[in-house]
């Protein structure tokens, strides 16, 4: 529960400052010239700062490009030399810009990562035209990986509804292991599987992870399953204390925060611009994070 007041709602004012940034003007011809450099054939006429700029408007407020487009000529007005890419332009930029979530962690620092999935809906036409018209076009599955600390998106996933869980488990660790020293995941229920609790086991990642209430004592493979078993058979809610299985919650807090911000669906037609559009989103959020974190 957020207890300093003034420094929350100072965060709060810092988000809107982030928008409307113009520094970019002042590096734009140095910036356009770098990235001309070792360009083949046509030359880029605008920098990627402000191409990322938009970006974020897109994200936060849901602008679709031809109203990005008249947000930026408006800003214009007050900016000569700002020059304004067309709607297309930016969307082709967006799509082909190299997104990163960039999560700052202490280096060498052990990090405890929740890891779940949440649906996303592939259009915004609303469930009534859905059973009016019978059409289904289905959802997608975003896989988050959350550090508990800092509440950043670590790794991130985007699979069709078909894919479960448990196969997505092993590309996140791998994912959050780039950013930071993984010491310990915590997974619900689907994670169960012997082959997960000896994966994360031989890397000396502690798997914290609830199995199932008749899981069988028996290791059949999997020391570390076996000890996760007789622990939580023995002594579940101890278990979860020793652990700190409960702040599992912190990854479904960061779909919650992320679904309230960017809204439950994507905009962009090809599985390959709904990847781009969530991962834009996260790298945003991760922004937000780190500007005004969960506390």
Request: glycine fraction near 8%; include cysteine.
């Amino acid at each position: 529960m957020t207890k300093d007041w003034p420094t929350y709602n100072e965060a709060l004012v810092k988000r809107g400052t982030i928008l409307l940034d113009l520094s970019l003007l002042q590096d734009w011809k140095q910036e356009l010239g770098k990235m001309n450099q070792s360009k083949e054939g046509a030359r880029y006429r605008y920098p990627e700062t402000l191409i990322r700029l938009q970006a974020l408007l897109r994200s936060i407020y849901g602008l679709p490009y031809r109203q990005l487009q008249g947000f930026t000529l408006a800003l214009a007005r007050w900016e000569p030399a700002l020059m304004v890419p067309c709607y297309s332009t930016t969307c082709r930029r967006l799509n082909k810009m190299k997104v990163s979530l960039a999560p700052v962690t202490e280096p060498g620092k052990p990090v405890t990562i929740a890891v779940d999935s949440s649906g996303i809906k592939v259009g915004d036409r609303g469930e009534w035209m859905r059973q009016k018209w019978r059409r289904r076009r289905g959802f997608l599955k975003v896989h988050l990986a959350v550090d508990v600390d800092s509440k950043q998106i670590v790794a991130l996933e985007v699979t069709d509804e078909r894919t479960g869980d448990a196969p997505v488990l092993v590309p996140l660790v791998e994912k959050a292991g780039k950013h930071c020293k993984v010491a310990r995941v915590l997974g619900d229920g689907a994670y169960d599987s012997r082959s997960i609790f000896n994966y994360l086991d031989d890397r000396g990642v502690e798997p914290v992870i609830k199995v199932r209430r008749n899981s069988s004592t028996r290791a059949r493979g999997s020391p570390a399953r076996r000890r996760a078993v007789l622990e939580q058979l023995e002594d579940l809610e101890g278990w979860k204390k020793r652990t700190g299985y409960g702040r599992r919650w912190m990854v479904e807090t960061a779909f919650s925060v992320f679904k309230r911000v960017f809204g439950e669906s994507v905009a962009a037609r090809s599985f390959k611009g709904m990847v781009q559009e969530i991962m834009i989103k996260a790298s945003v959020y991760n922004l937000l994070m780190r500007l005004n974190p969960i506390t």
